[in-house]
């Protein structure tokens, strides 16, 4: 099976990834596409090949060279994160659609690649003051991190007018509905 794709992007803060988990973990047609990076693993918090697949520089080049990505971005020097080729292939092959999470860059990639076989969503906060606050409680944030966080929100914000949709994250019960109805939509009206 060649199925579908669903790309949700989003500034960070937006509820992009609970979003993202709540319909992993209430849709059984979706599979969730797992990024590969170089960036190091949090031993603690993460395992290769289910958070990411954790590569080498080398090795990251040596598949940029070989096109086994369907999109790769250099976040920063030596930091590359991207798509698997083989890692949408495996979803498909479980006869599932594919869902991604992915930053903004990213998820315009793979709206280029895939075309009218992929949905893609911008998941949005209702307002920068929300975004600050949300930052905020995460309790994880510099303030110079948190400047630099929504002065990128602000870029990224630039972007949305590209995707399919904008989703707007107000209130989280809500979002989860209406992200279940966009999946349902795109299914029934693209199922060649």
């Not at 960070?12 to 590969?36: C, E, M, W, Y």
């Not at 369907?70 to 890692?87: D, K, Q």
């Not at 292939?89 to 280029?112: A, C, N, P, Y």
């Amino acid at each position: 099976m060649e199925g579908k794709l669903f790309i949700f992007s989003a500034p960070s803060g937006s509820g992009k990834t609970t979003v993202v988990q709540h319909l992993l973990n209430t849709d059984p047609r979706i599979g969730f596409s797992i990024s590969a990076c170089t960036r190091e693993m949090r031993e603690s918090k993460e395992a290769n090949g289910k958070d990411y697949y954790f590569l080498s520089v080398d090795e990251f080049e040596r598949r940029i060279q070989n096109n086994e990505f369907v999109e790769w971005e250099e976040v920063y020097p030596g930091r590359y994160y991207g798509t698997l080729r083989s890692e949408v292939q495996r979803i498909w092959d479980m006869g599932k659609h594919v869902i991604f999470d992915v930053d903004v860059k990213g998820g315009l990639s793979l709206k280029e690649q895939f075309g009218d076989k992929a949905l893609s969503v911008f998941v949005k906060v209702p307002s920068i003051e929300e975004l600050q606050k949300r930052l905020i409680d995460r309790n994880t944030e510099s303030e110079d991190s948190l400047k630099a966080r929504l002065e990128k929100m602000k870029y990224e914000s630039s972007f949305q007018d590209q995707f399919d949709v904008i989703l707007v994250n107000d209130r989280l019960e809500e979002t989860f509905v209406k992200a279940h109805q966009l999946i349902d939509h795109f299914l029934e009206n693209n199922s060649k």
